[in-house]
Antibody, heavy 116, light 108 residues
Framework: QVLLQESGPGLVKPSETLSLTCTVSGGSVSTSFFYWSWIRQPPGKRLEWIGHFYYSGSMVYNPSLESRATIAVDTSKNHFSLTLTSVTAADTAVYFC????????WGQGTLVTVSS | IVLTQSPATLSLSPGERATLSCRASQSTTNYLAWYQQKPGQAPRLLIYDTSNRAAGIPARFSGSGSGADFTLTISSLDPEDFAVYYCQLRSDWPSTWTFGQGTRVEIK
């Protein structure tokens, strides 16, 4: 059973950078054929895919966020991360990390609020 | 590609049949998934590749469709099925993902 856990600041100031980490247990981020993703959900709104990568290290991003989002992998720590630059109130959301294609394993999600 | 789900809200009683629609703005792949989400929880994968049930999903959930029109059917609603349901499409190339806006299934 793969378990994922998001962590990071719950409050970020406008124009600053949001940084989150997803720690994986029960599986390896370097395992072949697995997709690892970040998805977010603004309060009361639909889910929004941010981006994902798979074992070859290829990253794919939502075109609407590509200029601000970066996903990185640390195989030594078995975790992957998300950074989102120049945040605004519109980036306030619950951020999920997930695994699978489509994602069948999800973290519990972490709320990030953008506010001064 | 834009996914539009209908209806926005479905009011039904336990034991009734639920039919949820997901329409794509153009004909697309069959990489269509359905999720169930309850308040404060992460989404739960129900169906993948249009019609395949994920592990542990009851047989009352079924998916169908092709082209641009897809359907999730819950044959007989259990009290635990009242939730929001999202469809999600994976495009072939580039491998981008899109979610619908959700259908809320509520108790009548």
């Amino acid at each position: 059973q793969v378990l994922l856990q998001e962590s990071g600041p719950g409050l970020v100031k406008p124009s600053e950078t949001l940084s989150l980490t997803c720690t994986v247990s029960g599986g390896s981020v370097s395992t072949s054929f697995f997709y690892w993703s970040w998805i977010r959900q603004p309060p009361g709104k639909r889910l929004e895919w941010i981006g994902h990568f798979y074992y070859s290290g290829s990253m794919v991003y939502n075109p609407s966020l590509e200029s601000r989002a970066t996903i990185a992998v640390d195989t030594s720590k078995n975790h992957f991360s998300l950074t989102l630059t120049s945040v605004t109130a519109a980036d306030t959301a619950v951020y999920f990390c997930a695994m699978g294609l489509p994602p069948g394993f999800w973290g519990q999600g972490t709320l990030v609020t953008v506010s001064s | 590609i834009v996914l539009t789900q209908s209806p926005a809200t479905l009011s039904l009683s336990p034991g009734e049949r639920a039919t949820l629609s997901c329409r794509a703005s153009q004909s697309t792949t069959n990489y269509l998934a359905w999720y169930q989400q309850k308040p404060g929880q992460a989404p739960r994968l129900l169906i993948y590749d249009t019609s395949n049930r994920a592990a542990g999903i009851p047989a009352r959930f079924s998916g169908s469709g092709s082209g641009a029109d897809f359907t999730l059917t819950i044959s007989s609603l259990d009290p635990e099925d009242f939730a929001v349901y999202y469809c999600q499409l994976r495009s072939d190339w580039p491998s981008t993902w899109t979610f619908g806006q959700g259908t809320r299934v509520e108790i009548k």
